[in-house]
């Protein structure tokens, strides 16, 4: 039986997300976090999501999660996302295979399948030395590797990082910063990005998206163009990373006033 590939091409989604008209509230009376967000992300698409503290991108994230409902408007997803957080929660008491395979214990994965599963993707992430470590044998960044291995674990399609780098050096930042840009283009998983910092989402994003301070919208984007691999010094990463500080600076002004 051959299989008609236009047909192939139609059945494919358009968006593995999609975020319409949402607005959100957390009380009746309580202020406007969200206003109007609209928002589609394709799939295996990098998209970052960066804006002024308390703009509502954690909040955004959360919606998109499904751990809280909008108040107003529609948001679809192809698959359960994954979330990864700043903080690893590693569970202390657990090796890094453990961690791993916790995301998987609740699915009906058998334990054989579990250990194996997380193995590869320890591997994924450059671990295969610390699968029988602890979370106080490992260091920062090796923790965040783990969590992302967790989150990959639960073999979503889109996965919602919030700031998962944050805490970290900028060295080990840095390396983190190739290690998913690599371990995106190996899984094709579609990736939005919560951060605060401009030259990170330049440096990782093909799309940057800049929220407005409360109530939090959608104010400006920009496709990014630049070739991988791309470094964080990199001439065009600093020039479009400039250009996108100074419209973060005028939605943080335009809030103050």
Request: hydrophobic share 40%; charged share 25%; glycine share 6%.
């Amino acid at each position: 039986m051959t299989t008609n590939s236009a047909s192939v091409e139609e059945a494919r989604p358009t968006f593995a997300l999609s975020v319409t008209n949402v607005t959100k509230t957390f009380t009746s009376a309580g202020p406007v976090v969200l206003e109007n967000i609209n928002l589609d992300v394709r799939p295996g698409e990098f998209v970052t999501l960066l804006g002024a503290s308390g703009c509502g991108k954690s909040t955004l994230l959360s919606l998109i999660a499904g751990l809280e409902s909008p108040t107003d408007g529609d948001i679809t997803t192809v698959a359960k996302p994954a979330l990864m957080f700043q903080e690893p929660a590693l569970l202390p008491w657990l090796t890094a295979e453990q961690n791993v395979e916790l995301a998987m214990r609740f699915g009906g994965v058998s334990k054989a399948q579990r250990k194996t599963k997380a193995q590869e993707l320890l591997s994924l992430v450059h671990l295969d030395r610390a699968v029988k470590q602890r979370p106080h044998e490992l260091s920062g960044g090796m923790r965040q590797r783990v969590a992302l291995a967790r989150a990959l674990a639960q073999d979503s399609s889109i996965l919602l990082m919030d700031e998962p780098f944050a805490a970290l050096d900028a060295v080990t930042r840095d390396i983190l910063h190739e290690e998913l840009i690599r371990v995106w283009q190996e899984t094709g998983v579609t990736v939005v990005f919560v951060t605060h910092n401009v030259r990170e989402a330049v440096r990782l994003g093909q799309r940057v998206l800049l929220m407005s301070s409360r109530p939090g919208r959608i104010a400006r984007e920009w496709q990014i163009d630049a070739p991988e691999p791309r470094r964080i010094e990199d001439e065009n990463v600093s020039r479009l990373a400039g250009e996108i500080t100074a419209e973060l600076r005028k939605e943080i002004r335009r809030h103050a006033n």
